[in-house]
């Protein structure tokens, strides 16, 4: 591990917040206006907030976090970027949630000492985080210090099967338990605006297997693994809304495949960390 990948990373995310902020994909307007960025999986499977302390690791501009303080969870949202985290400060003054949420500016990896060792209730991390890390195992010791005994961690991501799948998802075509870095050069972020300054980034696959193992490992009791069979975008061509049910999916009669996952792990009370 060497600094120059999240260096790169960093400075790519530094330059995506003002593009995602003005993007009608995230609608900041909306959000402001009560919008909830939440999938309905994630609101059932982890129920009721009110009164919780809830820590969002790598947060970008807040809106999950703060649709959690909206459900009424004390929130911390911690994320490496530093534009990332002022606009969430922004957000949570602009829709009068200062006084329940705070935005801390940290690497994943250094949480537990940004936070002064701090536990919390709920940590919960939200989709398209761990492609940015390269070690999945570090990353849920350092997750699982951060829950209070008793408490939970909370995944929800994209599910790692789709990345084999190729640009149509019609044909495996990549190799599932390739986990190597890989360097990628794109001049516009996933909103489709904007150019970027910093165009370098780097991603890591982690199976599905190295994901739930690693939080085994790190202490944590598996409660739930769910694979849902939609998600937040046209992944793939085929893919559509469909009336009354969240997200996107293959069409009616199309074989399926899980476009999303999501994990709730629970640190037992009375266990050592």
Known sequence: MNDDWLRRNRENWDDRVAVHAASDFYDLPGFREG???????EIDELGDVKGRSLLHLQCHMGQDTLSWARRG???????FSAPAVETARGLAADIGLADRARFVVADVHDAAEALGG??????????????WLPDVERWARVAASLVAEGGVLYLAEFHP??????????AVVRDYFFTEGERFDFPHSYTGDGELA???????????????TALARAGLVIELLNEHDYTLWTRFPELERVPGQPGYRYPAGRPR?????????????????
């Open 161 to 170: 099967f789709t990345e084999v799948l190729g640009e149509q998802g019609t």
């Open 118 to 131: 701090e536990r919390f209730d709920i940590v919960y991390t939200g989709v398209g985080a761990l492609v």
């Open 73 to 79: 969870a004390r929130v911390t949202g911690l994320d």
């Open 257 to 273: 495949v899980p476009l999303m996952f999501s994990i709730r792990a629970r640190r037992p009370a009375g266990v050592a960390r």
């Open 35 to 41: 919008a909830d960025t939440l999938r309905p999986f």
């Open 198 to 212: 910093h165009t370098v980034q780097v991603q890591w696959h982690h199976t599905l297997g190295e994901i739930v």
